[in-house]
């Protein structure tokens, strides 16, 4: 139990070495909560940040009573920082933002009225502002990606994601799995549902992925997808004698 459970949707951030933007995610963040769809809370993850982040992040917190932190004891990379804070968020609902801010908390207003209908509600970049290299590195991987795994998504690195946490929680999780949250949830029979959000350049602080782990990894995980869709286990329980309602 943690204060988490008081909300209906908590704001995953996950946070490394990005002391230089964490001001203006204490401002966006605490202007976007009062006009929240959803009642909502922030939960910042510091993925073993070496540079001043966790000291501000600790200082933020103090100030808004919507904010908490949980901090890795070491650097263990973005899927893991979310799953991280996807068992941590007790709410119903779990969003997912990144702390260079190169999407809008705004946004999450765009997202939430589909959550009551949609396990998983994400973004897409609309007039991305990145390079022309990244960009372009980012459609051969969705491309290839979409023809691998079979989901639909148009974006799905885009930093702007509703999710229902308990569907969330089931998911398989491994190293790169941030890639894969749309195919992933088709596992899990998850409704999809994208909807096209602003987009930004990276104002502070520097881009933690390069060519080998947005472009050659995932190309990798593709076949590690489609071997673990054929061996994915679901069942539904369709009877038992227990006394309460719940298994
Ligand atoms: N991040 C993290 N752990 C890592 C690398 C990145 O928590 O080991 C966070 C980072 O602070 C940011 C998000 O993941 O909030 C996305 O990282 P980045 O913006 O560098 O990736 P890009 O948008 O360039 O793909
Ligand atoms: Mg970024």
Same mark, same amino acid.
């Given at each position: 139990?943690?204060?988490?459970? +008081?909300?209906?949707?908590?704001?995953?951030?996950?946070?490394?070495?990005?002391?230089?933007?964490?001001?203006?995610?204490?401002?966006?963040?605490? !202007?976007?909560?009062?006009?929240?769809?959803?009642? *909502?809370?922030?939960?910042?993850?510091?993925?073993?940040?070496?540079?001043?982040?966790?000291?501000?992040?600790?200082?933020?917190?103090?100030?808004?009573?919507?904010?908490?932190?949980?901090?890795? !004891?070491?650097?263990?990379?973005?899927?893991?920082?979310?799953?991280?804070?996807?068992?941590?968020? +007790?709410?119903?609902?779990?969003?997912?933002?990144? *702390?260079?801010?190169?999407?809008?908390?705004?946004?999450?207003?765009?997202?939430?009225?589909? !959550?009551?209908?949609?396990?998983?509600?994400?973004?897409?970049?609309?007039?991305?502002?990145?390079?022309?290299?990244?960009?372009? +590195?980012?459609?051969?991987?969705?491309?290839?990606?979409?023809?691998?795994?079979?989901?639909?998504?148009?974006?799905?690195?885009?930093?702007?994601?509703?999710?229902?946490?308990?569907?969330?929680?089931?998911?398989?999780?491994?190293?790169?799995?941030?890639?894969?949250?749309? !195919?992933?949830?088709?596992?899990?029979?998850?409704?999809?549902? +994208?909807?096209?959000?602003?987009?930004?350049?990276?104002?502070?602080?520097?881009?933690?992925?390069?060519?080998?782990?947005?472009?050659?990894?995932?190309?990798?995980?593709?076949?590690?997808?489609?071997?673990?869709?054929?061996?994915?286990?679901?069942?539904?329980?369709?009877?038992?004698?227990?006394?309460?309602?719940?298994?």
């Amino acid at each position: 139990m943690n204060p988490t459970s +008081q909300y209906e949707f908590t704001i995953v951030v996950p946070v490394y070495n990005e002391e230089d933007n964490v001001e203006r995610l204490e401002k966006e963040l605490s !202007a976007f909560l009062p006009t929240s769809l959803k009642r *909502a809370c922030v939960l910042f993850v510091n993925d073993g940040s070496r540079d001043r982040s966790l000291d501000l992040l600790r200082e933020v917190c103090k100030r808004h009573s919507d904010f908490f932190y949980v901090s890795l !004891a070491q650097n263990s990379g973005l899927s893991a920082a979310m799953k991280a804070g996807i068992d941590t968020a +007790q709410s119903p609902l779990v969003g997912y933002i990144d *702390a260079d801010l190169q999407t809008s908390p705004e946004d999450f207003n765009l997202l939430l009225p589909y !959550a009551a209908d949609y396990e998983l509600v994400m973004g897409i970049r609309a007039n991305r502002k990145d390079s022309f290299f990244k960009n372009l +590195q980012s459609k051969i991987a969705n491309g290839f990606r979409r023809s691998m795994t079979g989901d639909t998504a148009k974006d799905t690195g885009c930093p702007l994601k509703v999710m229902h946490t308990d569907v969330a929680r089931r998911l398989p999780f491994f190293t790169g799995m941030h890639r894969f949250l749309p !195919a992933l949830m088709l596992l899990e029979k998850g409704r999809m549902m +994208q909807i096209p959000v602003r987009h930004f350049p990276r104002m502070a602080g520097v881009s933690k992925y390069h060519l080998w782990n947005r472009l050659v990894s995932p190309f990798m995980d593709c076949f590690a997808y489609r071997w673990m869709k054929k061996r994915y286990i679901r069942y539904q329980v369709g009877e038992h004698n227990f006394a309460e309602t719940e298994v």
